[in-house]
């Protein structure tokens, strides 16, 4: 190994609190590709892990992010900002009725957090419904609303009062919303649960319900919002108005941030003092957010993520592998789920150069920047092409 990669990696290992054992180390980006210290480069598909929305090195982001740290990097709340106010209008602007108000922090799991506890304090009541295979967090209020045990167990107890129930089942979730209940609390596309799409009729039910009981629709949008669906929200494609909607991932680009949208009639609710960030709403992260908005508005990217997905998908779905059970998603969002583990096919995308993450056990995502190019597209189909039918003729060697 490159003695600078082994260095590299040594001191993470040493230092770092990681839990994964990363093998190759990333220097820069341009767009939809990134460079390792050795100058291999990769399409990558992981970008942070649907992060790098605008693609990296993207230069109306650098310039923002580079203006702003000169001007004034840090405003907290109880003071203005002319950035922060222009970045929240823009965003409810683009989330449409009834979110109209934007509490800005600094995290996907952060952004949960505040929606939960503004949909306790606006609701009097204390029961969640959250699904089975949903991730909204690693923080112990977000974490209480993931089933999955690998990743609770060793935290618990946690929040007691949540119930999960199967995602995309409209008979469970009706029996599970009753009087009590402050909130439903759904992905419109699970993400790490191995990218799962909810129906459009499930999505429809949940409104129903929860208005009809007076629960809130909590839709958490992390992964799938911001523009990955070709849409700026995914419940704008289906059609749904929640009450609280979270965001963050791809909203600046990279640059930390976690956005809870909310109605008026739930942002009133909270009592002074009642929820606060240090960070949260920070002018730079404003302004990143202002040029990812940009950049979405100005080169069409909701329009660029709709037909790269819809030609990725082709593409993918177009492959014939027995190693592959399903390709499915939204936009930019797919899952391509295995009769196998994933772990060894993020492999060897990798060492074809392309970058993958795992979804759950067999499935492997791809969530590309928004400014993928029809090359590139094409790209991976073919890199993941190639890598079916060698893994398929490996397992058919005696
Ligand atoms: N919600 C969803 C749907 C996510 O996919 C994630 C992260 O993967 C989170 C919440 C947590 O976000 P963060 O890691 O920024 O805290």
């Known amino acids: 190994m490159n003695p600078a990669v082994a260095d590299v990696l040594a001191l993470e290992a040493r230092h770092g609190s990681t839990l994964f054992e990363p093998s190759i180390v990333f220097e820069r980006g341009e767009g939809a ?9 990769y399409i990558d598909c992981a970008a942070g892990i649907g992060v790098a929305s605008v693609g990296h090195g993207n230069p109306r ?4 992010i580079a203006d702003q740290a000169a001007r004034l990097i840090t405003c907290p709340p109880s003071q203005g900002n002319r950035v922060r106010a222009e970045f929240v209008r823009r965003l409810c602007e683009l989330a449409g009725p009834p979110l109209s108000r934007a509490f800005l922090s600094n995290s996907g799991s952060e952004a949960n957090e505040a929606a939960v506890k503004w949909a306790l304090v606006a609701t009097g009541r204390r029961r969640l419904v959250a699904a089975h295979r949903g991730f909204a967090g690693r923080t112990l209020g977000a974490l209480s609303l993931t089933a999955n045990p690998a990743y609770r167990r060793p935290f618990e107890p946690l929040y007691p009062e949540v119930t999960f129930v199967p ?14 209940t402050a909130a439903v609390v759904l992905e419109p596309i699970q993400g790490e649960g191995g990218v799962h799409p909810a129906s459009r009729e499930y999505l429809r039910l949940a409104r129903q319900v929860t208005r009809d009981r007076g629960a809130l629709l909590i839709l958490d949008e992390v992964q799938c919002g911001a523009g990955r669906t070709g849409r700026f929200l995914a419940a704008h494609g289906y059609g749904v108005e929640a009450d609280i909607v979270t965001l963050a991932k791809g909203l600046a680009g990279g640059v930390p941030i976690g956005a809870t949208l909310m109605s008026d009639a739930v942002a009133g609710a909270m009592p002074r003092g009642g929820h606060g960030s240090t960070f949260g709403g920070n002018p730079l992260a ?23 997905g819809k030609r990725l998908m082709r593409g993918l779905r177009g492959i014939e592998s027995s190693q592959v059970r399903e390709v499915r998603g939204m936009g930019l969002m797919i899952g391509i789920e295995l009769r196998q583990r994933a772990a060894p096919f993020v492999a060897g995308f990798r060492a074809r150069g392309l970058l993958t993450v795992t979804a759950g056990p067999n499935v492997v995502r791809l969530l590309p920047p928004l400014v993928i190019t029809t090359e590139q597209v094409d790209a991976i189909v073919s890199i993941v092409r190639q890598e079916l039918s060698t893994a398929a003729m490996a397992e058919a060697l005696p």
């Open 286 to 308: 404003c302004a990143a957010g202002l040029a990812v908005l940009d950049e979405l508005r100005g080169r069409d990217l909701l329009g660029n993520a709709a037909q790269m």
């Open 33 to 41: 590709l990134v460079y390792d210290v050795e100058g291999r480069e």
């Open 167 to 180: 995602f995309d089942d409209a008979s469970a979730l009706e029996a599970a919303v009753d009087e009590q």
């Open 61 to 64: 982001l650098v310039r923002a």
